[in-house]
């Protein structure tokens, strides 16, 4: 990409308020945002889970207690530890433990297979994790093969006090029987490891922008996973971002948002659990988000100013009984990212809560924010918003040249919040950063008049059909409008004249809809060659643990020429 002037047409449409540029040097670290809001929060609560809650004091206390054991284990100043979690009271702990420490974090997904848990901890070169019981017979059939020396396991109870914790772990391990066997030899109880801590002094860090926080990995849905570097400074850029775009908006030590996105995943890592940090937030962690009605009975028990999401979770509380009896009173911001927000569910959403339902764009390269509606959006409008302050993004061909208003390309962006590159893997980086700091996403987009944009999809996502680009994305968008439908994903199926044809993947919410009945209504929303040239019911659709429908999955099973 050549060098170029940056249209800045969008700054007119900023919030009243927000600046275009940040203050970076405000904070040093992410360590800098964690340790002043304990200061100034000392007494509020930080985290709630399973009804059990820590306030500031008490997790600058627990997190200190940890940082201080691992490095006494003689882990220094950049080397890497592993968080094998769900949302529990030990996640937070043990991630700004390490960060205190001067360590570097990993995030593991607690559902990888062995092999992927073998390779991440293998690339990261990890030597040290913490784990939940649950999973840790996985862990064990790889440990041998890896870098790994010093193991943290617990259990999910073990952080909530007597009796509450000790129950849960007991109807985990003996009635449910969701604790596999495992044997891990040298491995150490979390909480021995805090108690052990607590007796020792936790020596500065003096972490710096260019100093890496996380290893946060992605690309695993679609081939090798790999480490994006995220620094002190990407992060705290991407909180600055976060919270200039929230503005006044903010009630500083009163906020209290639902987490029920993975805080392993880099959505909820930055927006739920580091921006909510530096507001003196009260995190509500959702351990099990699939278990909604008991999701939704968390909900009517919490009065919660903000709840972050992707569109499956959204669509699944809509359609869960009881849901729309919570109280939305002090509801005042909804986010929604990591996938398309479909405009049914932003609708349905509106309609029940009275909040508008936000779209955001990013990935983890980018800490992740990148673009965002603003926030006082009366109704959904399609868009993943304006770029964030001291952030540029610009639509190019295949050519690297910028791209005319209105017509699709890819969507590039730049911004202080943009990852240092891909661990250990320098030719990946340059395939998708350039010297000028660009950052390629991969993603179809295109730009309106006011500067809004717009995605259109995954490159590797389109369908061609007869030299004609379709985008699954609208056509799922158009499918999910049907009253009968509750998810859809889109893909290509092979075709020997028109190259490729749309299936369409249906999850029915009413068992009277049939093929032609949907083909119908596709066929007066979509022009002819993106109508669905098969449909087929099916139970579920394959998902990521965060909720995203995984396409290339979809493929795999679906992608016969056959209708259901």
Not at 129 to 155: K, M, W, Y
């Given at each position: 990409m050549t060098e170029h002037a940056i249209e800045k047409c969008w700054l007119d449409q900023y919030p009243a308020g927000v600046p275009s540029e940040i203050d970076l040097s405000e904070f040093s670290s992410v360590v800098d945002i964690f340790d002043q809001s304990c200061e100034r929060f000392a007494d509020k609560e930080a985290y709630v889970n399973f009804g059990k809650s820590i306030t500031y004091r008490e997790l600058e206390q627990q997190s200190r207690a940890f940082g201080a054991y691992l490095q006494s284990l003689g882990l220094e100043r950049g080397d890497r530890v592993a968080i094998m979690l769900p949302n529990l009271l030990q996640y937070p702990i043990a991630l700004f433990g390490i960060l205190r420490a001067g360590l570097v974090v990993v995030n593991t997904n607690p559902l990888y297979?062995?092999?992927?848990?073998?390779?991440?901890?293998?690339?990261?070169?990890?030597?040290?994790?913490?784990?939940?019981?649950?999973?840790?017979?996985?862990?064990?059939?790889?440990?041998?093969?890896?870098?790994?020396?010093?193991?943290?396991?617990?259990?999910?109870?073990?952080?909530?006090?007597?009796?509450?914790g000790s129950l849960i772990n007991f109807v985990l391990r003996h009635v449910k029987k969701e604790v596999p066997a495992f044997s891990i030899d040298g491995s150490m109880r979390f909480s021995a490891a805090l108690s052990a801590g607590a007796s020792k002094s936790l020596e500065s860090s003096d972490m710096g922008h260019d100093d890496i926080a996380f290893l946060q990995y992605t690309g695993g849905t679609t081939g090798v996973s790999k480490g994006a570097m995220l620094t002190h400074g990407n992060i705290v850029a991407n909180v600055q971002q976060s919270a200039a775009w929230l503005g006044n908006n903010i009630d500083y030590g009163q906020e209290v948002i639902i987490t029920a996105l993975p805080l392993y995943h880099i959505f909820a890592l930055t927006a739920n659990c580091l921006v909510f940090i530096k507001f003196g937030g009260r995190n509500v962690l959702i351990t099990n988000p699939r278990d909604m009605p008991g999701f939704v009975k968390t909900l009517k028990g919490t009065r919660f100013t903000a709840i972050t999401g992707v569109n499956t979770l959204f669509n699944g509380l809509l359609n869960t009984a009881g849901f729309d009896e919570v109280d939305f009173s002090n509801l005042r911001f909804t986010l929604g990212g990591g996938m398309a927000v479909q405009r049914a569910v932003a609708e349905k959403w509106k309609e029940v809560t009275g909040v508008t339902l936000v779209e955001a764009y990013g990935l983890t390269e980018t800490s992740p924010a990148a673009c965002i509606n603003p926030m006082d959006l009366k109704d959904y409008n399609g868009a993943i918003g304006l770029p964030i302050p001291s952030t540029e993004c610009r639509v190019v061909d295949g050519e690297g040249n910028d791209v005319a208003v209105g017509e699709p390309g890819e969507l590039c962006i730049r911004g202080p919040q943009v990852m240092k590159g891909y661990w250990q893997r320098p030719e990946e980086t340059a395939k998708v950063m350039d010297s000028d700091g660009w950052l390629k996403t991969g993603d179809m987009a295109a730009r309106d008049e006011k500067g809004y944009f717009f995605i259109v999809d995954r490159k590797k996502d389109m369908i061609l059909v007869s030299g004609f680009n379709v985008y699954p994305n609208e056509i799922e968008d158009v499918i999910a409008a049907h009253p009968k439908v509750l998810e859809v994903g889109a893909i290509g199926v092979e075709d020997a004249k028109s190259g490729e044809l749309v299936k369409a993947v249906v999850v029915r919410k009413d068992d009277s809809l049939t093929v032609d009945e949907l083909r119908a209504h596709c066929k007066e929303e979509l022009t002819g060659y993106k109508v669905p040239r098969y449909i087929e019911f099916v139970d579920e659709l394959p998902k990521t643990n965060v909720g995203k429908i995984l396409r290339r999955e979809l493929r795999d099973q679906f992608g016969e020429a056959k209708s259901s």
């Open positions: 297979t062995a092999r992927e848990l073998k390779h991440q901890l293998n690339d990261s070169g990890a030597k040290a994790i913490i784990v939940l019981e649950n999973f840790a017979h996985t862990l064990q059939s790889v440990i041998g093969d890896s870098p790994v020396e010093h193991v943290f396991v617990t259990g999910v109870g073990d952080m909530l006090g007597f009796p509450k």
